[in-house]
């Protein structure tokens, strides 16, 4: 089994090294590619874009900021080509199977509502959070009322503060590019804050893409034969987030399907062996329903790749 992976990952390296000689990729581009399949299994060392500057060195007098732009210019490049995957801070070489699903996730229509959806609650929930002013000489809280290109987040109804967010999302966008433009929307009835975001690329690309890939998901875990209860999928669907490929995906179904509530190997493996003790106590375990579902679901050979 470990043979076949290896063969597998060394076909995904010499198809993706490839794309070196057709003229897709320069030099540069390559040796970094070469590099992160290199070290795509090296845990100890953590694939970032500093280390993987330091790992581009290739002269003592080297100049490391302009390094840098070239590695971040190549990593943009491999992305684009779809050869590696960036999750948080760390750049991933990405096998054949991984490149389907990259692939899948792509093509996934998401409409502006969802997108939209997505940046409210990034923006309100997770960076902002408090909706409410507390002017601070009497201590009094001011309810404010939150737009984002162009939508009110809490119905119609207005507060005394306006804040309206506007992003490249927005059709309306580019109309305003300039302080004399934004000016008069801010005086619009009663006035209100206008914060206009910045048109940075890669950061609307990965919104798109953490839109694209919950949907997948979502239609992912629907997929799955209908015995997989809606119970379970509850639960899977609690587990699941936005950085899942199907491989990942799939060792979380394994464990709701074992009853254990986070997808380490080490829990998985636990359970198994709880229900196996329980099985020649008692010949009512959860062992043999548990083996059953991993069948149905095409789950055993994931199992044991997990726990080889």
């Known amino acids: 089994m470990r043979r076949l992976k290896a063969s597998s990952n060394r076909l995904s390296a010499a198809l993706s090294l490839s794309a070196c000689q057709n003229g897709i990729l320069d030099e540069f581009d390559g040796n970094l590619l070469k590099t992160l399949f290199l070290i795509r299994y ?12 330091t790992l581009s060195i ?9 390094l840098r732009r070239r590695v971040e210019k190549s990593l943009n490049k491999l992305e684009r080509e779809m050869l590696i995957i960036h999750v948080e801070d760390k750049y991933v070489f990405l096998t054949n199977k991984e490149k389907e699903i990259e692939n899948e996730i792509r093509n996934v229509e998401v ?33 404010i009322s939150c737009f984002l290109n162009g939508h009110p987040l809490d119905g119609a109804m207005l507060n005394d503060l306006v804040v309206k967010f506007l ?31 910045s048109d940075e690329g890669l950061t609307w690309t990965d919104i798109d893409l953490v839109a694209q890939t919950e949907k997948f998901l979502r239609n992912h875990a629907g997929q799955r034969p209908e015995h997989f209860s809606t119970k379970l ?76």
């Open 233 to 308: 999928l509850s639960v899977l669907k609690g587990l699941v987030t936005e950085q899942e490929n199907e491989a990942s995906l799939d060792k979380k179904m394994i464990a709701v399907i074992t009853g254990v509530k986070t997808a380490k190997t080490e829990e998985i493996l636990f359970s198994l062996i709880t229900q196996y003790v329980n099985q020649q106590k008692d010949d009512d375990s959860d062992l043999e329903n548990t083996l059953a579902m991993l069948k149905r679901h095409d789950l055993e050979g994931v199992l044991w790749d997990i726990l080889n």
């Open 58 to 66: 290739d002269k003592i007098d080297t100049d490391k900021v302009d």
């Open 42 to 53: 090296v845990d100890v060392l953590k694939r970032t874009l500093d280390n993987l500057v």
């Open 167 to 197: 992003t490249p999302k927005d059709p309306s966008y580019m109309f305003y590019n300039s302080d004399a433009a934004c000016r008069p929307y801010t005086s619009e009835g009663d006035g209100c804050i206008l914060i206009r975001l």
């Open 111 to 143: 409409d502006f509502s969802a997108i939209n959806k997505k940046l409210a609650s990034i923006i309100f929930d997770d960076v902002l959070k408090n909706r409410k002013y507390r002017y601070s000489a009497n201590k009094q809280d001011f309810d």
